[in-house]
């Protein structure tokens, strides 16, 4: 399956973005697809998943934040981003979930640059 992630770009503190994720197959023949990002001289860590029954699950830094959904018609998968700081500082990818990192093969994702 191919995944576009888009909707990046720079945001003051406190603002908030949508990202998109467009996926080439239905995304519900898929057991998860999850967000993932990549700050600036660190690894790349997970931030969100939903799974095929639709249960989420979030990274400890952005729960109560951001939120994870799904468009089963059009196959995208959203991540709405709200209070950022700037710390979520990031290129942003969409990935199936679970993916073992290091192996999995990842799209240029998009930036999201949080600062005032």
């Known amino acids: 399956v191919q995944l576009q992630a888009s909707g990046g770009g720079l945001v003051q503190p406190g603002g908030s973005l949508r990202l998109s994720c467009s996926a080439s197959?239905?995304?519900?023949?898929?057991?998860?697809m999850g967000w993932y990002r990549q700050a600036p001289g660190k690894q790349r860590e997970w931030v969100a998943s939903i799974i095929r029954g639709g249960g989420t699950n979030y990274a400890d830094s952005v729960k109560g934040r951001f939120t994870i959904s799904r468009y089963i018609s059009n196959n995208t998968v959203y991540l709405q981003m709200d209070n950022l700081k700037p710390e979520d500082t990031a290129v942003y990818y969409c990935?199936?979930?679970?993916?073992?990192?290091?192996?999995?093969?990842w799209g240029p994702g998009t930036l999201v640059t949080v600062s005032s």
């Open positions: 990935n199936k979930y679970p993916v073992q990192m290091a192996r999995a093969v």
């Open positions: 197959k239905r995304i519900h023949s898929i057991n998860g």
